[in-house]
């Protein structure tokens, strides 16, 4: 059985009074996955502050880095238990979501701001699992371009086998999304879910998982946990269990 997670975290670093400044929020995010012990988690909206302080604190993980080192840049760095699961050597690998994806930070298609798909292979149980973290734009037309770049990419390796594609597509379920599932022939898991965005709750799931149909799922499951009257984030987190067919 594999566990496996999506958050995204919320990067506000310039308001250190509000209750949504990540460094406050920090204790929360860490005791949210150790009380999840996800096998591979995609986290987005990662700052370099707040990798460094999972790097810290979560020392049963590995984390792989996305981000250039600036200050306020987002990360969308992938967790995984070294103890379950191994990296593939030399998998790892970042690409843009923009007119040149092979330059880092390029933005195009009037993205509010740079954006990114992480990617490695894990072995596991002497197989590869192939594991993509994203976080698509907040306007229309730039995360449905996006969108588009994730599925070229992806078009190239089809049929997909044991394949994860999850993160933040900053989109409900529409015909962007359908078409995407059908091209790459993926299964959204978000859509037995209600809304990710704590703000919304009645809206459908931002954040969403796909996976190829090779892969058995047991359970999905959004965590919309409390502590102490503060949230890890606005955003909700997803689990997912799985096995191989």
Request: aromatic share 10%; with cysteine; charged share 25%.
């Amino acid at each position: 059985m594999l566990k496996i997670g999506t958050l995204n975290l919320r990067n506000i670093w310039n308001l250190p009074s509000s209750s949504m400044n990540q460094k406050r929020r920090a204790p929360l995010i860490c005791r949210l996955i150790r009380e999840e012990q996800p096998d591979i988690m995609g986290l987005q909206e990662c700052s370099p502050w707040m990798f460094s302080y999972l790097e810290k604190h979560l020392k049963e993980y590995r984390l792989l880095r996305t981000s250039r080192g600036r200050k306020y840049e987002e990360d969308n760095p992938i967790l995984y238990l070294s103890k379950q699961i191994s990296l593939k050597e030399g998998s790892s690998k970042i690409i843009s979501l923009s007119h040149h994806p092979e330059i880092p930070l390029s933005r195009s298609f009037a993205s509010f701001q740079p954006r990114k798909c992480t990617m490695a292979t894990f072995s596991w149980e002497g197989e590869e699992l192939h594991f993509y973290n994203t976080h698509l734009d907040i306007f229309p037309w730039a995360n449905r371009t996006q969108l588009k770049i994730i599925e070229r990419y992806l078009s190239q390796k089809i049929p997909l086998q044991r394949t994860i594609v999850l993160g933040d597509f900053n989109m409900q379920e529409n015909q962007n999304l359908r078409l995407f599932q059908e091209h790459l022939d993926l299964y959204d898991l978000s859509s037995c879910l209600t809304s990710t965005f704590r703000s919304r709750p009645h809206a459908k799931p931002l954040d969403h998982v796909f996976c190829s149909p090779d892969l058995v799922i047991e359970s999905v499951v959004k965590n919309d946990r409390i502590y102490d009257g503060m949230v890890p984030s606005d955003h909700s987190a997803i689990f997912v269990k799985m096995k191989k067919s």
